[in-house]
Every structure is written in C-alpha cells, then in structure tokens.
C-alpha cells in the first residue's frame, strides 16, 4: 500500500469505529421504567423491541463511505508538500544543483526539517561536484604540461640534421626530468586519493621516528632546522602518517626564503593520551584571506620559492585529507613578517572516521602556510 494509502486507513478506520458507535447505541437502548410507587405485575412480560436492521446497515454503508473519502482527502492534504519535494528532487540532477526543496516545503513542521536537511545535502553535493569538476580540470592541466614539453624536445631533437650523439642525450636526459615530475604528480594524486579511503587497521607508532626520517631524507642545506622531537605515541596509518609528515616538511622547506629556518616539533598532549607535531618556518608573507584556498588541490601563490623543486600545489591538500581521516585537529595561523605555523593534533585512541567537508583551521592568529 502507498502511504497515501496507510494515512486514509489510519484517518478514516477511527472515524468509522466512532461514527458506529454513536449510530448503534441509541438503536439498542430501549429500556422500560416503571413510576415511582406503582407496584410492578407479578410476572411482567418484557416489551419485544425490533432492531431496525435495514436502517442500521444504510447508516454503516454511510459511514464506511463518508471516512474512506474523509481520510483519503485528508492524507492527501497533509502529503501535498512531500509530494511537491519528490517532484522537486527528481528534477535536480548534477547539472543543477542549485535548486533547493525549501522553494517548495515552507513548513515549519517535520517536513520542513526534512526538506532543510536534504538542502544541506544538495549544498554539500554541489560543492563536492564543483570540486571535483576543479580537480579534473587542475590534474588535466598539470599532467598535459610535462607531455607538451616533452613532446617539444623530441621533435626539435627529430628535426635538427645535425644532431649529435650529445644533444640526443641530452634531450633524452630533459625527457626523463619531465617524466619524474610527472611521476612525482601521479604519487601526489595517488597519495590524495588514499588520504581520503580512511583507515583500516590503525598502529601504535612514534611520530618523533617518523619525522626524524623525513628530515633526514630532505636537503637543509639552505635552511636551519632546529628540531625538538619528543616521543610521541599515537595510532593511525603509517603510511599516510609518514605522507602528512613529509608534505609538511616539504612546504616548510620549500616554501621558504635564503638563510630561513624550520622548526619542528613532536609531543605528547592531553596527559600522554595524544600527539602533535608542529611545523613552523620563515617565508613570503601570505595574506591571511587565502589560507582557506592553499588547502585545497592545485592551489599556490606566486611568490620566490627555494629549496628542492617546484610543487603542485598537492601537499596541503594532502595534509588536510590525512588529517582528517585520523580525526586529528588542524590548525594554521599566519604571521605578517611572513612564514607559517601548522600544527596537528593527533587524538587519543583510534577514532577514525571519514573525511569531513572541511578540516578544522584556525584563522586567529600570526603564522600561516603557503602551497
């Protein structure tokens, strides 16, 4: 049965039970009474009263029609509105996200919650589309320039005559340079989408290990690192825990000017129950209404940038997605003699879950990061 169907039933079998009863009762009273003080016959022989059955039966056909009919109007004035919402929802569609049910369900009822909470829904969808639509078209980019510059140096090497076994070489080496970096793109990518999977057998493991390796794998020649790692237990994914140290080291690194430093920090928090690591450098300044945007794919700033190579704009997105997955607290902060704080915060125990919209970042304050 519909549920149009349901609510008639449940409107009208009321009514019709009720209805009955006040139609049966007074056809079945008929009582006699005797006057005060009068002596009853000895054996009274009881008045025989004949139930109008005829009359009884059209009054019940009545009253079924009349609730059916009540009920039936009745559920279909109270499903008028989520009627109007399915309508509504079967026309939304990818392409037009931007229509909302609350333009049809102005209910200040459960409906009207209903219809609000689909909204956030719609509202979360479209910008998981246009995000999507923005990472589709960034990876394009990124990925057809390294093939355009190669396909470049291969041609001018085909097309000079008097190529030498050198400059063949030395193309073939320019090649190769290409290719790493577009290597490099498609593990950022792979890393990002990972980040994003959550975890599925968490591990005791110390941070201060961890990001002693990454440092040791980095060129500081430079920058100064000063470095005060504690050990840190905390749980999570060893993999994607060693990825979200790496990029922050990375960002620190790179993003950061001649003679610079890099701080970095491991400890235990909430009485050895948790752990954070903290990266902090000098840099460019980054104006404090773009540190949304650098957490995103593919986004940079067009500042100087040192240290070893030039980056896709993945790492903070990357940081943001790991971080999540673990539950941990992000906090970025920028400064105005320029340079970067970003701290994360592990929880205690294992309570991972899926990635959020968005990360948890604090805007009030003087460091900030730059991608």
């Known amino acids: 049965m519909t549920l149009r169907t349901r609510l008639m039933l449940l409107y009208s079998v009321p009514f019709f039970v009720v209805g009955s009863i006040l139609v049966t009762v007074p056809l079945l009273g008929v009582q006699q009474s005797a006057p005060v003080g009068s002596v009853p016959a000895p054996h009274p022989v009881p008045e025989v009263t004949q139930f109008p059955v005829g009359t009884w039966a059209v009054t019940m056909l009545g009253l079924v029609v009349a609730s059916v009919a009540l009920g039936w109007v009745v559920s279909g004035r109270y499903l008028r509105p989520l009627r109007k919402m399915t309508e509504t929802a079967r026309e939304i569609s990818a392409t037009n996200l931007h229509r909302r049910l ?22 979360r969808l479209e910008a998981s589309f246009a995000s999507q639509r923005q990472f589709v078209a960034n990876a394009s980019h990124e990925l057809r320039t390294p093939l355009t510059a190669e396909k470049a140096l291969l041609q001018v090497a085909l097309a000079d005559p008097d190529a030498s076994a050198e400059s063949l070489r030395e193309a073939c080496r320019q090649v190769l340079l290409l ?24 591990t005791e493991m110390d941070l201060a290990d961890i990001t002693e390796v990454a440092l040791r794998a980095r060129p ?79 986004q940079r700033l ?41 701290a994360i915060t592990f929880p205690p125990g294992t309570p991972f879950h899926g990635i959020d919209e968005a990360s948890r970042v604090d805007h009030s304050s003087h460091w900030s990061h730059g991608r």
């Open 102 to 123: 609350s333009d049809s369900s102005r209910a200040r009822d459960e409906l009207g919650e209903l219809a609000a909470t689909l909204d956030q829904l719609f509202g």
């Open 179 to 202: 290719n790493d970096a577009q290597e490099r793109l498609i593990g950022a990518l792979l890393t990002l989408a990972n980040g994003q999977q959550g975890v599925e057998r968490p």
């Open 220 to 298: 500081t020649d430079r920058v100064s690192v000063k470095t005060t790692l504690a050990p840190t237990l905390i749980w999570g994914d060893t993999r994607l825990v060693e990825s979200l140290v790496v990029n922050l080291v990375d960002n620190a690194l790179r993003h950061n000017v001649a003679g610079g430093h890099v701080e970095v920090i491991t400890e235990s928090v909430r009485d050895d129950s948790g752990g954070r690591i903290t990266v902090r450098n000098t840099g460019p300044v980054v104006p404090p209404a773009e540190l949304d945007r650098l957490f995103e794919p593919f």
């Open 302 to 342: 067009a500042r100087p940038r040192i240290g070893h190579g030039e980056g896709h704009g993945l790492g903070l997105a990357i940081v943001r997605a790991i971080a999540n997955v673990h539950g941990a607290g992000l906090d970025a902060h920028t400064r105005p003699e320029g340079g970067l704080d970003i």
